[in-house]
Nanobody, 122 residues
């Protein structure tokens, strides 16, 4: 199983980025796909989660209303659209997959991508 994250970069505060996570190596019909992030010196934290079928998205309070998670089953890809970015969104962003109905806990996820850096300048 491989999860390949991409789309990170440097953006000014108020800008937007779209992260992509391409999944391969198995079928993910009964999986959830999550995005997490980790800033320097901080623990990895939950950002968003969605079922592979694209239902029941959920978000961390800190990104609710600004970020949108979605899936494209035909492309085996999950996206994270990030709008109104803030300097505090700066982190390495990871996508992950879990054979569960729902979880915000990183240790519950079975597969992880390599991470993509997002830097938001003030």
């Amino acid at each position: 199983v491989q999860l390949q994250a991409s789309g990170g970069g440097l953006v000014q505060a108020g800008g937007s980025l779209r992260l992509s996570c391409a999944a391969s190596g198995r079928t993910f019909n009964s999986y959830i796909l999550g995005w997490f992030r980790q800033a320097p010196g901080k623990e990895r934290e939950f950002v968003a989660v969605i079922s592979w079928s694209g239902v029941s998205p959920d978000y961390a309070d800190s990104v609710k209303g600004r970020f949108t998670i979605s899936t494209d089953n035909a492309k085996n890809t999950v996206y994270l659209q990030m709008n109104s970015l803030k300097p505090e969104d700066t982190a390495v962003y990871y996508c992950a997959a879990a054979h569960r109905r729902y979880s915000k806990i990183p240790s519950n996820y079975d597969y992880w991508g390599q991470g993509t850096q997002v830097t938001v300048s003030s």
